[in-house]
């Protein structure tokens, strides 16, 4: 009998072909970092919880395309796994940013900006589209590449 294979990775060769699995010890199990034949940066994201996968879906789809190449950018989703396929922006997680830094509050500016961006392309959607009833401001946030352990 054949190993079942998982989920995310079907998934990703489904959509981007040949890819390569990039291990990081830090990174949550319900990611997968993984990169194509043309070095470009993706992450699977497999959720629990069908609230928190609607809401993160219903993000990807209404939010985020106003946010261009400020977020990271939806390939797939699969509903029946609760599974989400995105583009991997460049960068790091402002969380490990040292606390007062120019560098966070640089950051802070940063999403405070994307934030507003959010606000104003909302109040800009015409009355014939429904506005999300959960949105809990997902539309900030994203992947990012980790910063490799050394």
Sequence with gaps: MAA???????????????VTIQRY????????????TSGTGYVVKQHRDPDRFAQEAHAY??????????APQLIVIDPAASLLLLTLLPGR??????????AEQHAHRAAGLTLRLCSIRSRRRTT???APSTWDGGCARGPTAPTPQT
């Design 4 to 18: 079942q294979q998982d989920p995310r990775l079907e998934l990703a060769v489904r959509h981007l072909g040949p």
């Design 25 to 36: 010890p830090s990174l949550p199990p319900h990611l997968l970092l993984l990169t194509d």
């Design 61 to 70: 789809t209404a939010w985020i395309p106003q946010l261009g190449d400020r």
């Design 93 to 102: 997680s402002a969380a490990i940013l040292p606390p007062g830094s120019a």
């Design 128 to 130: 014939a589209q429904p």
